[in-house]
């Protein structure tokens, strides 16, 4: 594992003070550096909204969001598991765990995986949401990056709930509410740029997120310009798809977003 790689992680995951804070970009990080460090293929989060209810809010690549959003379709599969349980749950070979997710485990196969891994988004009592880590290969998630992993989602959670949690529990209601709906405008300009541009969304996030670094804006904000016609996004930014804060190790990260 990467020291130094690892160390830029947990920077990045506190730093929640900064003017200008972005939710959905912040919950990105955690899922590329999750795929990054831990050598798994892809990662996805869910985050519970007001109401406690499930949903997707990051993921790696557009399989794993797909097949984060099947899960909460089909109201079954590991990172509920892990959400209504607080504890981790573990897969190393879908093939066999057919018996305990039905639906989950066949279209997880479908979409390229054998393996999983769900961790708690969790301080003390208080479980916020989920984060699933996918693997091709099978077998068991080595302890060492079960506990790393388990210390990226820690360390999120308790910057999440410090930047939010500590002004009022209505504040935090409201802010993870506007988090989700940014991330229907986000999805919207994803689907709009991708037909534009002939990219797949995986590419077409790239450029949302590299435009909005670039130009020091919200993810957010980006995307509603782009949709309702003040930002043209015709051309893809320097540097598609590469955190600013990232060597150029990370190109030899798997899965977009």
């Not at 479980?127 to 880590?133: H, K, Q, R, T």
């Not at 290969?137 to 930047?163: K, M, N």
């Not at 740029?193 to 670094?213: I, N, P, T, Y």
């Not at 804006?217 to 540097?239: H, K, N, V, W, Y």
């Amino acid at each position: 594992m990467d020291a130094e790689l690892l160390s830029e992680a947990f920077v990045e995951l506190t730093d929640t003070m900064v003017a200008g804070f972005d939710v959905i970009d912040f919950l990105h990080v955690l899922t590329d550096r999750s795929v990054q460090l831990l050598e798994v293929s892809a990662a996805g989060l869910l985050l519970a909204d007001p109401r406690g209810e499930l949903r997707v809010v990051a993921a790696s690549s557009e399989a794993a969001r797909l097949l984060e959003l099947f899960q909460l379709q089909n109201d079954q599969g590991p990172c509920l598991d892990c959400f209504r349980t607080g504890r981790p749950v573990a897969a190393g070979d879908l093939a066999a765990a057919a018996a305990r997710w039905p639906r989950f485990a066949p279209a997880a196969q479908r979409a390229g995986f054998a393996a999983v891994q769900a961790l708690p988004m969790r301080l003390r009592e208080q479980v916020i949401g989920a984060l699933n880590l996918f693997r091709a290969d099978r077998g068991a998630f080595a302890p060492a990056s079960v506990r790393v992993g388990q210390a990226l989602a820690d360390v999120a959670t308790i910057s999440l709930l410090h930047e939010r949690g500590m002004r009022h529990s209505d504040i935090l209601n409201e802010q993870l509410q506007a988090a989700l709906n940014s991330r229907v405008i986000i999805e919207q300009a994803k689907g709009k740029l991708a037909e534009r541009l002939g990219v797949d969304m995986d590419q077409a996030f790239a450029l949302l997120r590299g435009r909005a670094r670039a130009s020091n804006r919200r993810l957010s904000d980006l995307a509603r310009a782009f949709i309702d016609g003040t930002e043209p996004l015709t051309t893809p930014a320097p540097g598609l798809g590469r955190s600013p804060r990232s060597s150029g190790r990370a190109q030899g990260a798997t899965g977009g977003r």
